[in-house]
């Protein structure tokens, strides 16, 4: 049974940093694809970093581009996002998830899902 959990969100002023963890577990980890998506309140689920488990193809959207950074550790099956100089737009539920290729925005892609992380940015 594949389990997503997420960890690290908390409230931060505007400019703040913060590091969101995401451990996955029984999941084919190295033929598949991962990615952090939001979802702000009254707004759709968005994606904001996709990335190929097998190889460093990464791929972020425009609205977090060289602000949020991912790392993994796959001896860990951990995947991080790391956001620096946040606003008050960035303020959402933020979800880890699992999927297989190809790697998409289309959150119906992705088969395995967390609980989410709550992240609040105060101006």
């Known amino acids: 049974q594949v389990q997503v959990v997420e960890s690290g969100g908390g409230s931060v002023q505007a400019g703040g940093s913060l590091r969101l963890s995401c451990v996955v577990s029984?999941?084919?980890?190295?033929?598949?694809?991962m990615g952090w998506f939001r979802q702000a309140p009254g707004k759709e689920r968005e994606g904001i970093v996709i990335?190929?488990?097998?190889?460093?193809?990464?791929l972020y959207a425009d609205s977090v581009e060289g602000r949020f950074t991912i790392s993994r550790d796959d001896t860990k099956y951990t995947f991080n996002l790391q956001m620096i100089t946040l606003n008050p737009e960035d303020t959402a539920m933020y979800y880890c998830?699992?999927?297989?290729?190809?790697?998409?925005?289309?959150?119906?892609?992705?088969?395995?899902w967390g609980q989410g992380t709550q992240v609040t940015v105060s101006p």
């Open positions: 998830a699992a999927g297989d290729l190809p790697c998409s925005w289309n959150t119906a892609d992705f088969a395995y």
């Open positions: 029984g999941y084919s980890y190295k033929k598949g694809c």
């Open positions: 990335t190929y488990t097998r190889g460093n193809d990464t």
